[in-house]
Structure formats: C-alpha cells, structure tokens
C-alpha cells in the first residue's frame, strides 16, 4: 500500500511539474523575456 501511494505521490509532482513548465512558457510568450527575468529577480 506504500508503494503506490508514493508512485501516486510521484505522478501528481511530475504532473504539476510540467503544468508549472507550461504556464511558464506561456508567460514567456505573453511577457518579454526582460521583464520575466527581472520579475523573477535572476
């Protein structure tokens, strides 16, 4: 029972990982790069 629920734990991060890398290409497209770094602060 362990098990999968850490494999299920380990879905739900790479799918919130990948909806975090689209929304972020979105506001690349949506914002210049400038901007978004400086907004990021890097």
Same mark, same amino acid.
């Given at each position: 029972a362990k098990v999968s629920s850490?494999? &299920?734990n380990k879905a739900a991060t790479r799918n919130? /990982? /990948?909806l975090a890398k689209q929304v972020i290409n &979105? #506001? &690349?497209e949506i914002i210049p790069p400038t901007t978004f770094? #400086?907004?990021m602060g890097m």
């Open positions: 850490e494999r &299920k919130i /990982q /990948q &979105k #506001l &690349k770094h #400086l907004g």
